[in-house]
């Protein structure tokens, strides 16, 4: 008797600092197949996102990251995008197909998690993370098969829920 297959790929998505990353790593490692992370890759590919923005600007950012999760969701693996990867029609339109888990965290929650000198969206700080946050709290809801919040659970524990969760939907 073969074991059903696992939902794959099954995407993180959610805002900058809710842990898709971290999460993500440790659901892979739970279920015993690849992670990937598209910001990773694009980095790998191309530089440092900062100076991608810095550049070439969001916009080019933007196709490099569409490039990179379309590869990624050709994958039977974990995959984590980064936050305003939702944002384009294209990729909207490819998760309608796949298993997405919306990772969600409170503003409090992320101000101790994230260095806005890293993340070229937020050089005002934390308010510019709520703002763009509730921007696209309407695309990641409307994408997500179901959500977790990441503001107080540990994340090995969140992750634990994840990987049984898929291991439920297999």
Known sequence: MSTPALPLPLVLIG????????????VARALEVPFIDTDKRIVADHGAITEIFAERGEPAFRELERDAVAAALAEPAVVSLGGGAVLHPDTQRDLAGCTVVLLTVTGEAVAARIRTDKRPLLKNGTGDWQRIYDERRPIYDRLATFSFDTSSEPIERIAERIADWARGHA
Not at 15 to 20: D, E, I, R, Y
């Open 15 to 26: 805002p900058m600092g809710a842990g898709k990353t971290k999460i993500g790593r440790r």
